[in-house]
Nanobody, 126 residues
Framework: QLQLVESGGGVVQAGGSLRLSCAAS????????LGWFRQSPGKERKFVAG????????DYAISVEGRFTISRDNAKNSVYLLMDSLQPDDTDTYYC???????????????????WGQGTQVTVSS
């Protein structure tokens, strides 16, 4: 079982950057695809970015393609999301997630992911 703890959220002006971090504790971290999702109150959780077991594959929602970069450091049991050119529409609670997989693939379906962090708030002011 993995426990995930996010950090790095905050308030930033439009055009600015933030770096979210997620530290994992538990066994076999390298056996998990890792991802970031976002959610507003009363709305469905949405995929933002994911990275495969090997770290060689990444997938992004079209709304963040070219602005956000996901990375992982298996030696530190951590995953990161670098968010550049932030816009007010990026405002949300962001969640780190882990998905135990046997292949080097990434799922966009939040219901298939196994473990979740508590969330970190990102607010972009105009």
């Amino acid at each position: 079982q993995l426990q995930l703890v996010e950090s790095g959220g905050g308030v930033v002006q439009a055009g600015g950057s933030l770096r979210l971090s997620c530290a994992a504790s538990g066994p076999s971290f390298s056996e998990y695809a890792l991802g970031w999702f976002r959610q507003s109150p009363g709305k469905e959780r949405k995929f933002v970015a994911g990275i495969s077991l090997s770290g060689n594959k990444a997938d992004y929602a079209i709304s963040v393609e070219g602005r956000f970069t996901i990375s992982r450091d298996n030696a530190k049991n951590s995953v990161y999301l670098l968010m550049d050119s932030l816009q007010p529409d990026d405002t949300d609670t962001y969640y780190c997630a882990a998905d135990h997989r046997y292949s080097d693939t990434i799922s966009r379906l939040w219901g298939l992911w196994d473990y979740w962090g508590q969330g970190t708030q990102v607010t972009v002011s105009s």
